[in-house]
């Protein structure tokens, strides 16, 4: 599956980079590290109704946020009766909670194609013999997408401290400080600093060129989350207001 996956999205990066690959190729930059962030956008925003559900969900619960409130005042020394009751409504308004996770779900073997793809690009996209060996694959400092950064700290930090970012943005709207009790908050404030630390990790002995679709993918994220936070705050204050 991830090796179809892989095929699929390889045959794609390099039908772009032969797009944007007509005209002059920049010193700083390579078609191909260009052919990176604009598959990584596309496929984002292929994914964008998914990430409208997960919205519209969110938008949901902030509806439930007066409700929710009103529970964790009257069973805040009981949090298993606490949990009883939120599951009960979201049961009676036919509400999942775990439709949340369904673009995280997607996106990941996406990441584990792109992986495969950088791995073994002359199997999953430039098939030809010898083209992928010709090409300029340099960005900025890095010389070569297919190594990791050679600085090991400036495509791992900016990768770490986008993805802190967009944790943290994540958490900050009013649907989701609804939902969570003290031990979920505390439990995602620790992934908040371990998925970072974890990304920055790898991201030094990565290939440079998977660094760079995560940091475009997570700079498309953020955006996206702040649109989203703005609304799901907008209809919780309608609500209580």
Not at 124 to 129: E, G, H, K, W
Not at 164 to 180: G, I
Request: hydrophobic share 50%; glycine share 2%; proline share 5%.
């Amino acid at each position: 599956m991830i090796n179809f996956l892989a095929e699929l999205m390889g045959h794609f990066l390099r039908w772009i980079y032969e797009i944007i690959s007509t005209g002059v190729e920049p010193a700083s930059i390579s078609f191909y590290a260009i052919a990176i962030i604009v598959t990584t956008i596309i496929f984002k925003t292929v994914l964008l109704p998914l990430n409208i559900m997960q919205t519209k969900n969110q938008l949901k619960m902030a509806e439930f946020q007066p409700q929710i409130q009103e529970m964790q005042r009257k069973y805040k020394n009981d949090p298993q009766l606490l949990a009883q009751k939120q599951q009960q409504l979201y049961k009676e308004a036919n509400y999942n909670p775990m439709a949340g996770c369904l673009p995280m779900l997607i996106q990941f073997p996406i990441l584990i194609a792109f992986y495969r793809i950088f791995q073994m690009p002359t199997r999953f996209a430039f098939t030809d013999p010898g083209f992928y060996d010709a090409m300029q694959k340099n960005f900025f400092f890095v010389k070569n997408l297919d190594h990791p950064d050679p600085t090991a700290l400036v495509l791992p930090i900016i990768a770490a401290g986008l993805t802190f970012l967009t944790s943290y943005l994540a958490q900050k709207n009013k649907a989701q400080e609804s939902m969570n009790n003290e031990q979920t908050q505390s439990t995602m404030r620790t992934m908040m600093i371990m998925m970072p630390a974890m990304i920055f990790f790898f991201a030094r002995n990565m290939a440079a060129g998977l660094v760079l679709y995560w940091i475009a993918s997570n700079f498309f994220g953020i955006v996206q989350q702040i649109i989203s936070n703005h609304m799901i705050n907008k209809r919780a204050e309608e609500k209580l207001s």
